[in-house]
């Protein structure tokens, strides 16, 4: 039982007791990529069906290279409190918070985190959403490039772009979402 709890917890879903009150439905995120820093910009929201209050623990996987920490900056928030970040506990590649969701409600939490990429990729962990057994219903995401930076590759295409001033915008927008695959992107650097 320990073996099956710890594989929840590394693969980003809650403690499986409150798997089937609990509900991942929907998510907002903004990636920029700079020279030196590929920053994550998220809003989570979660579903709470039962009768009762469910504080469970959150496990975020954040993708890493190697033996290599290239973790920076990493900051949760409840969304009825946006100027209080949620404690959050780093181990390794995984950042554990505790979301508290009243009963029959709906919640969003903003994870923020900045991480060193390695010059020519940046990588964004989506499978981990299959450990909830089901899709998420509203995907949203948009990356945010500067125009001395040349997007070579996307593992998953973006649905649209545009130009905004010195930076390039791309979209991508889903529904009923279950990622088979991680959030890369290559890329390289003009000097």
Partial sequence: MRLIIAAFLLFGAVIPVFSQQIDFY??????????????????????NTSDNLLSPKVTFPIASSG??????TIMVFAQENLANPVPVTLKD??????????????????????????????KYILTSTNFWKKPIEDA??????????????FSIPPDSDTNFGDRRIYYWKKAQFMPDKEFILSFTIDN
């Fill in 26 to 47: 929907r998510e907002e995120i903004t990636f920029e990529l700079d020279s030196l820093f590929f920053t994550v910009n998220g809003d989570y929201y979660f579903r």
């Fill in 67 to 72: 033996s290599q920490r290239l973790l920076d």
């Fill in 93 to 122: 590649t995984l950042a554990r918070f505790t979301i508290n969701l009243p009963p029959e409600s709906e919640r969003m939490f903003k994870v923020i985190y900045r991480q060193r990429h390695n010059g020519s990729a940046a």
């Fill in 140 to 153: 949203r995401y948009s990356l945010v490039v500067p125009h001395y930076i040349d997007i070579t590759g």
